[in-house]
């Protein structure tokens, strides 16, 4: 069973800077659509970057483009979200879990995502 568990988030002003890391365990990651998805309390979660296993691909939704870059090192079964320029609206718990068509992010839709996900990292962005 693939299983993955988040770390890495943490308070931070806005404008600054995280990196996320989901380290994954039961598999290889060669085959597999990675995601990073995000839930606020009380709102919808919502995808936000996801990777390629095809071609190394990768997608952001419009709210994290140009200031997240997602990654990954299928020989440490790692994947990276760096996390730059924070605003009080990236507050939320993120979750890395399988995108099968990245559809998390390209299609705006999780509802379709399986059950391999982590316990979530806490990522607070101040004002």
């Known amino acids: 069973q693939l299983q993955f568990v988040e770390s890495g988030g943490g308070l931070v002003q806005s404008g600054g800077s995280l990196r996320l890391s989901c380290a994954a365990s039961g598999s290889t990651l060669d085959y597999y659509q990675i995601g990073w998805i995000r839930q606020a309390p009380g709102k919808e979660r919502e995808g936000v970057s996801c990777?390629?296993?095809?071609?190394?691909?990768?997608y952001y939704s419009d709210s994290v483009k140009g200031r997240f870059t997602i990654s990954r090192d299928n020989a440490k079964l790692t994947v990276y979200l760096q996390m730059n320029s924070l605003k009080p609206e990236d507050t939320a718990v993120y979750y890395c879990?399988?995108?099968?068509?990245?559809?998390?992010?390209?299609?705006?839709?999780?509802?379709?995502?399986?059950?391999?996900w982590g316990q979530g990292t806490q990522v607070t962005v101040s004002s």
């Open positions: 990777i390629s296993s095809s071609d190394g691909s990768t």
């Open positions: 879990t399988v995108d099968p068509f990245c559809w998390g992010v390209v299609r705006g839709e999780t509802a379709y995502l399986g059950p391999y």
